[in-house]
């Protein structure tokens, strides 16, 4: 089992910027491919960004390309997403999730609780 706890969300203004962090706990954590996901209100949830478990192979959502970057620190069991330029469709409800397979958009494994990121305009 792998825990996630997101935290870093909340309201800010369109242009603005925002990191959102996700700390593991559990089972290894360096072995999982790790990802962010939102869900905005009466939509499905969508893919935002994932990061390998190496950190040297990462892959975005074309909504996310150029505006946000993920990232992880094994050693603190860490993975991030910063969010630069947000925009008001940006808001949404920002999920960390953890996969076993090399690409997490083929199915997750493991969710967080979720964290509320809102862009105002």
């Known amino acids: 089992q792998v825990q996630l706890v997101e935290s870093g969300g909340g309201l800010v203004q369109a242009g603005g910027s925002l990191r959102l962090s996700c700390v593991a706990s559990?089972?290894?954590?360096?072995?999982?491919?790790m990802g962010w996901f939102r869900q905005a209100p009466g939509k499905e949830r969508e893919f935002v960004a994932g990061?390998?478990?190496?950190?040297?192979?990462?892959v975005y959502a074309d909504s996310a390309k150029g505006r946000f970057t993920i990232s992880r620190d094994n050693a603190k069991k860490t993975v991030y997403l910063q969010m630069n330029s947000l925009k008001p469709e940006d808001t949404a409800v920002y999920y960390c999730?953890?996969?076993?397979?090399?690409?997490?958009?083929?199915?997750?494994?493991?969710w967080g609780q979720g964290t509320q990121v809102t862009v105002s305009s």
């Open positions: 999730a953890a996969a076993l397979s090399i690409s997490i958009t083929r199915g997750v494994d493991f």
């Open positions: 559990g089972r290894t954590f360096s072995g999982y491919t």
């Open positions: 990061i390998r478990w190496s950190g040297d192979s990462t």
